[in-house]
């Protein structure tokens, strides 16, 4: 059962650095947190620190602040189970997992919406690297959109993509 292992690994090691302990350090060596006295029914969250960087690979050069705002404005939820979320906003969240290696947080999350014309789908990758102070996060975000119509027998079609790339430092909660 090595997912429970990487799974409890992470969450000691946020817990950790939620609670002043610090995380792990460049080996990943285990922390003296007993599995048992982990809580499996709330999620370690982090919110964004200072904005390290933050640049866009993709899109109209008037989106790229919204964009810098919603990181600004989001929350990044590990769960034991090793799901992983990203709210911002009132936005739906984007959902996926994570896995952990050493004091590495590897993290991949999706949303997708589509409707009778249109079709949009947004990812986020990244990783977090937990033996810093505080935790550095890298991501990569990317959006793209396509609608389709036909009115009065006439065909309409659009489509747009944008893409972000930046690194932060990430504060840890608990919900």
């Given at each position: 059962m090595p997912t429970p292992r990487l799974?409890?690994?992470?969450?000691t090691s946020i817990v950790a650095a939620v609670v002043g302990l610090g995380a792990l350090g460049a080996t990943g060596a285990a922390l003296a947190v007993p599995p048992s006295s982990v809580p499996?029914?709330?999620a370690v969250v982090f919110v964004a620190?200072?904005?390290l960087s933050f640049e866009q690979t993709a899109g109209q050069p008037q989106w790229e602040a919204n964009a810098y705002n919603r990181i600004a404005d989001g929350e990044w939820s590990f769960y034991d189970?090793?799901?992983f979320t990203y709210?911002?906003?009132d936005n739906d969240p984007l959902e996926g997992t994570y896995t952990v290696s050493g004091s590495t947080v590897t993290f991949?999350?999706?949303h997708s919406f589509t409707t009778t014309t249109s079709t949009s789908q947004t990812t986020m990758n990244g990783t977090i690297d937990?033996?810093?102070?505080?935790p550095v996060m890298t991501f990569e975000q990317?959006?793209?959109q396509v609608s389709a119509a036909v009115v009065n027998d006439i065909p309409f079609g659009s489509n747009s993509t944008a893409g972000y790339t930046g690194t932060l430092t990430v504060i840890p909660t608990t919900n």
């Open positions: 799974v409890t690994t992470a969450r499996t029914d709330t620190g200072d904005i189970s090793g799901r709210q911002t906003g991949t999350g999706e937990l033996s810093t102070d505080p990317v959006s793209g």
